[in-house]
């Protein structure tokens, strides 16, 4: 991959180029096969100054190349899938989970949905097709589409539950004669072999139709297209040339010239449109939507603007819609970018005329074709196309991720700002019957995405005050930034005030001034003010034998954040993390405050930090249920796997007030620091099911109660469980 030299020491290349002020921003709209070759490519040879920067709306991307062997059974999801979130961690590249809705080309920013554009400097397109089904009468409510392939697999999934039923779909047409019908018809009838006998099934109750409105495979070979109708006739799939459909209902499907097919279930690999909004980007488009470009993949008429893939129509060297271009257009995408940014002669990208393509036919067996003669088929050529495959992904997946240094402790002597004891915030009393609550918080970024950022650092902010039974009524800032270019600085800055500012004023707390500075890596505090009436203030102290305790989010943001910045967590832990932060404890807070009477936000010091702080200000010890602690998804995983916040060791200074059976894991997810973390309520043995059921129906669908208050003794905690 880079001629012997590992990519751990190109890490520490790329996090040195990384560390220069940023001068130029490339950003990437969609994860497609080029696009993640360039992620990769840039890792390898960083560029001072250049921030790369990907967006997309999938956090996991499928490679088509293997789809046909997932569908046989033959790979599983996660083989056939890029882990985007992993990728963008390991190569260093700034991600945006959000979904693109247009450009605006004369301001130079991506136009996202629900936030702030996105300025760019440099702009790539590699955004896919989706079927054309709007032509054809009922395609829309009865087909399936194969793209965007993501939500095919979801219908397909559900289409194979159905077919294990007694009065399930039997009777399935595929539309589209080329390349990809076949591999899918194909690959359907080797999964359903498979499948059948474990459903009490016979195989051959299912039939497979493979219809085309032009001859089967018709930009292939004669020798490769008489191994088509060889491999659909030996399989059992009967195929219908010049079968346009124009109508597809419930239970059939029928062609222009009358011709109607049995039907419970329509797959569409057929020709297919990009998306719709680049219609309003006022971008060349060909007939099929797709951009415009010439052979330097740059846009038609744009200087700064690149598309590839499927997306793409090179109007110097048409070819047809093929993955093999993708793949091969990333290396040639990425030396081009290297040269505008250098302002050096981009280089033509000459597109293959002959290109191999392989196909999977059946069980383990292959089919192979190269320009005008070359054609083949059998085991060794599946062989042959599994290694190629698996090579390509592998590609991506292991970079030996070098671990990266994590924030630096924070001092042992850390404590909360309180009036007469150690609280979650100060309170004031401003006049007779009215008390502010007062508390500061600042964290340093850890995600790319300072949108979002900006977001669960005010949800962090709020927290104290939302803990002490108050309500959050106002906030200044002090936001650090990188150096760098004047305007890459302040586009910084502003997606981290645009975030802030949503969540700020979702909850009525006005943003009302604060400063900015500059710092090695991005940061974000509040100092928040908050009003609580006397009746309504929580403490952390109070608790008596018997409470309940409840938590309103689940546990493990910290240990699984720490693994994504080392580019190990898989993309669902690290969405689900992400979505757990932008959880406000509002809602939660009120329902507390009528019903609890202690309370304390879980941050920095874990769950077992903050509950001993509860238990020594009320001379109280807890019993806590591993088994019952909310986890967020995959925590556990990784906390098995050994991964921890930095913060976790001086937390776990207290270890020794926990009591009973205590594996590395259940200590690690116990004392990992939360961001925007859970709120710990204490409440009466008697309320704690209406408590619970009050958060769950507002929303907490992760609440649980956790333990119970045991004696009056000193603060210690037993715990039970096995944190299966």
Same mark, same amino acid.
Request: aromatic fraction near 4%; hydrophobic fraction near 50%.
């Given at each position: ?7 751990? &020491? =190109?890490?520490?290349?790329?996090? $040195? #180029? %990384?560390? !220069? ?5 490339? +950003?990437?709209? *969609? /994860? @497609? ?121 979801? &219908? =397909?999934?559900?289409?194979?539950? $159905? #077919? %294990?039923? !007694? ?5 399935? +047409?595929?539309? *589209? /004669? @080329? ?132 997306? !793409? ?9 093929? /993955? ?133 650092? !005010? ?9 002490? /039974? ?255």
């Amino acid at each position: 991959m880079d001629g012997g030299r590992g990519f751990s &020491r =190109l890490r520490v290349d790329m996090i $040195a #180029a %990384r560390g !220069a002020p940023v001068r130029h921003d490339v +950003v990437l709209i *969609g /994860g @497609g096969h080029s696009h993640v070759q360039v992620m990769t490519a840039f890792a390898m040879q960083p560029v001072a100054g250049v921030r790369l920067t990907l967006v997309t709306d999938r956090l996991t991307t499928p490679y088509s190349g293997m789809l046909p062997g997932h569908i046989a059974g033959l790979y599983s999801r996660a083989d056939m899938h890029i882990d985007l979130a992993r990728l963008a961690r390991a190569t260093g590249t700034r991600l945006i989970h959000a979904a693109a809705r247009g450009l605006d080309r004369a301001g130079k920013a991506v136009i996202l949905a629900d936030r702030p554009k996105l300025p760019y400097d440099l702009l790539s397109l590699n955004i896919g097709i989706t079927p054309d089904l709007g032509a054809i009468a009922g395609a829309s409510e009865h087909g399936v589409a194969v793209k965007p392939i993501s939500t095919f697999l979801e &219908r =397909l999934a559900a289409l194979l539950d $159905a #077919a %294990r039923r !007694a009065d399930g779909p039997r009777r399935l +047409v595929v539309v *589209g /004669g @080329g390349a990809a019908g076949f591999e899918l018809a194909c690959a359907l009838r080797v999964r359903l072999n498979r499948e059948a006998a474990g459903w009490g099934l016979d195989a051959r109750a299912f039939q497979i139709a493979l219809v085309s409105s032009d001859a089967l495979v018709p930009t292939l070979n004669a020798g490769v297209r008489r191994r088509v109708e060889a491999a659909l006739q030996r399989a059992g799939i009967e195929y219908h040339t010049d079968f346009r459909v124009a109508q597809v209902a419930a239970d059939s499907i029928a062609a222009t010239d009358g011709r109607s097919l049995a039907c419970d279930a329509a797959l569409f690999a057929t020709a297919a449109r990009a998306p719709s909004w680049l219609a309003q980007t006022g971008l060349p488009l060909a007939a099929d939507g797709s951009v415009n470009i010439r052979r330097t993949l740059q846009v038609v008429g744009e200087e700064a603007i690149f598309a590839v893939g499927d997306c !793409a129509f090179n109007v110097d060297e048409p070819r047809p819609k093929a /993955g093999v271009f993708a793949v091969r257009q990333g290396p040639a995408l990425a030396e081009n970018l290297r040269r505008k940014l250098a302002g050096r002669p981009l280089r033509d990208y000459r597109a293959q005329r002959r290109f191999l393509t392989l196909l999977l036919s059946g069980d383990g067996v292959a089919i192979a074709g190269r320009g005008r003669w070359l054609s083949a088929d059998g085991a060794l050529i599946w062989r042959w196309k599994d290694r190629i495959d698996r090579a390509f992904m592998a590609m991506f997946a292991d970079f030996g991720y070098a671990a990266q240094t994590g924030p630096a402790p924070l001092p042992q002597d850390r404590i909360l700002i309180g009036l007469d004891a150690a609280d979650d915030a100060a309170v004031v009393e401003v006049a007779p019957g009215v008390t502010q609550v007062e508390t500061v918080n600042q964290i340093r970024a850890f995600l790319d995405d300072l949108y979002v950022f900006g977001r669960i650092a !005010a949800l962090h902010a709020m927290n104290d005050v939302i803990a002490m /039974g108050g309500q959050p009524t106002r906030a200044l800032a002090l936001a650090s930034a990188p150096n760098g270019a004047a305007d890459k600085v302040a586009a910084d800055l502003a997606q981290m005030r645009a975030g802030a500012r949503r969540e700020f004023d979702a909850q009525g707390v006005a943003l009302i001034g604060g400063h900015s500075s500059e710092a090695e890596t991005p940061a974000l505090g509040f100092a928040v003010s908050g009003r609580v009436a006397p009746e309504r203030l929580m403490r952390k102290g109070g608790l008596a034998p018997g409470d309940r305790l409840i938590l309103s989010k689940g546990l493990g943001v910290g240990l699984v954040m720490a693994a994504d910045m080392r580019g190990a967590a898989p993309a669902e832990a690290s969405a689900a993390a992400i979505a757990s932060m932008l959880v406000s404890n509002a809602r939660a807070g009120d329902i507390a405050a009528g019903l609890a009477h202690a309370m304390t936000a879980v941050n920095g010091f874990g769950l077992a930090g903050h509950l001993h702080e509860m238990l020594r200000a009320s001379g109280v010890s807890a019993r806590l249920d591993l088994d019952a602690l909310p986890l967020i998804d995959g925590a556990l995983a990784l906390a098995r796997a050994g991964f921890t916040s930095s913060l976790t060791p001086p937390n776990q200074a207290l270890a020794g007030v926990v009591d009973g059976a205590s594996t590395p894991a259940a200590l690690a997810l116990l004392f990992d620091p939360q961001t925007s973390g859970p709120l710990l309520i204490a409440v009466a043995a008697e309320r704690a099911r209406q408590c619970l059921g009050a958060l769950q129906s507002a929303g907490y669908g992760a609440a649980a109660i956790v333990g119970e208050i045991v004696a009056r003794s000193a603060p210690r905690i037993a715990l039970t469980g096995a944190l299966d």
